[in-house]
Each structure stands twice: as C-alpha cells, then as structure tokens.
C-alpha cells in the first residue's frame, strides 16, 4: 500500500526536496492514522456542499448547470485526487522526531483506540451527525470531563481546522472555476478570500461549541484517564508540529479536489455557453441566462457538517 501511496505521490511531480521527511515516512503515518477511511465517508455528500456554495454566494444556476456541477464534483472529490496533495503537504509539514513520535502513538493501545473512535465517528449518518453538532444527542458528561473536552479541541485546533478547510475548499472551487470559464483567477481569488476572511471569526465562534460535542460524543467510551493521555501527547512539542502538518495535510487534500472541481466546472460551463449561442445563432429556443456563473465566493454559510472532514470532527492528531 506505501507504494502504491509512493507512486501517486510522485506522479504529482512533488519532488523530494520540498519534504521534510520522505514521502515513505509519511505514508506509514497517514496510513497508521487511518485517514483515508475518515475521508471517504465525506466524499459522496460533496456535490451537495458544492451547491451550497454555489447558493450561499447567490449563483443562480439552470438545470443544465447544476448537472454539470454535479457531474464536476463527483468527478473530482475522489481520494486518489485527495491523497497525493495531502501525503506530500504531510510530508513537508512533519520532521524525523515528529513524525516518529506520532507512528509511535498510533500504534499504542490508546492511539489505537483513538482512531478506531475517529474511523466511526466519521462513518456516522448526516442525520445523526447533526444531533451530535445540535446538542440533541449527547453522552454524558462531568464538569471535569467538559474542561478535557475543551483542553483536547484547543490542543487539536479542530475548529480552527474545520474553518480552514472550508474556506480553503470555497476558494479553491473558485479559483478553478474562474481558470476552466476563461475569467481572471487572481481577482476571483482575491475575491473569494476577501469574502472567507471576513467571516472566519464569527464561523469560528459559531463552530466551536459543536466541534467540542462531537469530540465529546466520538471519545465516549473514553475514560478521563484516557483522554488525559491524549492530551499528553496532543500538547507536547511532537504533538503539536504533528497537529500542524495534519491541518496542513487535509487543507492542501481538499484544495486539490476543489480546485479539479472548479476547473471541470468552469470549462463545462465555457461548454454550455457556447452550444446556447450556437443555438440562438441558427435561430434555435435558447436561454438568454447561458453564461458562466460566477465563481462562489465562501460565506458564512455552514461547512459540510461531515465527519469525513477530519478537522471538522476530530483532532488533527488522530487523522
């Protein structure tokens, strides 16, 4: 599986001097880790989210559109376009001692444990993920253990990851888009960014309280000893440059198939404005509204509520 991992990595044309660790290296804690099966769960509900952004920014597409929305993001959230960015920004983000400290983790009881909770919590119905995030469904708690919650997703930055993703992927669709429909990608991105940056704070703010429930609910069967331990590790020195290169891993895996999404967008879009005009051309019915939608630009609007996203769920540390 390594090198299976080795060779999409080096088909990207990520060469070995921009890592800090081999490609290798980092496969064996992606794979220890096991984020791949915490990503595959959020893939399907992407075409959704997608429109959401489409929506949110006020884009009024046709049905004609909206298929080719659809067809762009089942095409391109895939985790053979996922994997090859992240493992490389993994690879960067991690060095020697981190990285073994972190293989060294994952293959302990608790860290063990601790991605069997993230693989399951990931693998949670949308619906049932929603009650967790609303509060509806909760496992009981103590102040004592509250307090650890909150220490784990501070330590973790998964609200902070969560964001960061999200706005990422919003700015990555758009800027693909605006490459595959012919516009200007650096006002698009200026654009798009402009739009996540000012509503990171209050997306943050809003976010946190459902992050720590989902926490709460995924380390359940979790003792306050157990959680303690996860702290431990989470907070020391390898912990954090590992929560780091996590964050990073996930960020440059989204904005890849963002960005795949856009582009097969923006030339459907360029494709169905051009056979409309041709239409009209030849005196054909054709819709006057046939021009390339805008990119979407990422609002306030909620993330996909998935844990699939693994910062959107769960601790970077435990992919």
Request: charged share 25%.
């Amino acid at each position: 599986m390594v090198r299976i991992l080795i060779g999409l990595l080096l088909a990207t044309g990520w060469p070995a001097a921009r890592a800090a660790v081999p490609f290798e290296t980092a496969a064996d804690v992606y794979l220890a880790a096991a984020v791949r099966d915490q990503i595959r769960p959020s893939l399907a509900t992407m075409p959704a989210h997608v429109r959401q952004m489409f929506a949110s920014d006020g884009s009024a597409l046709s049905p004609e559109q909206l298929g080719a929305l659809d067809t762009a993001a089942k095409r391109s959230f895939r985790i053979d376009v996922f994997e090859p960015s992240a493992i490389a920004a993994f690879a960067k983000g991690l060095d020697a001692a981190s990285a073994a400290k972190a293989a060294t983790f994952l293959e302990s009881d608790i860290g063990r444990r601790m991605v069997a909770d993230d693989v399951a919590l990931a693998a949670l119905p949308e619906a049932t993920i929603d009650q967790v995030m609303d509060g509806s469904l909760a496992a009981p708690s103590t102040p004592q253990r509250d307090a650890l919650v909150e220490r784990l997703e501070r330590a973790a930055q998964s609200t902070e990851s969560t964001v960061r993703v999200f706005i990422g992927l919003g700015e990555a669709v758009a800027a693909g888009t605006a490459v595959g429909s012919g516009l200007d990608p650096a006002a698009v991105g200026r654009r798009a960014h402009a739009s996540g940056e000012a509503g990171r704070a209050e997306l943050e703010a809003k976010l946190r309280v459902s992050m720590r429930r989902m926490l709460a609910y995924g380390y359940r069967d979790m003792s306050d000893a157990d959680l303690k331990r996860l702290l431990a590790f989470l907070e020391s020195p390898a912990g954090k440059r590992y929560v780091e290169a996590y964050d990073a891993a996930m960020g440059a895996g989204f904005d890849a198939m963002g960005r795949r999404c856009g582009e097969r967008l923006g030339e459907s879009l360029r494709e169905l404005a051009m056979a409309k005009a041709d239409a009209r051309a030849i005196g054909m019915p054709g819709d006057a509204g046939a021009a390339p939608a805008a990119p979407p630009a990422p609002t306030g609007a909620e993330p996909p509520p998935t844990p699939g996203l693994p910062p959107t769920t769960t601790p970077p540390s435990q992919p």
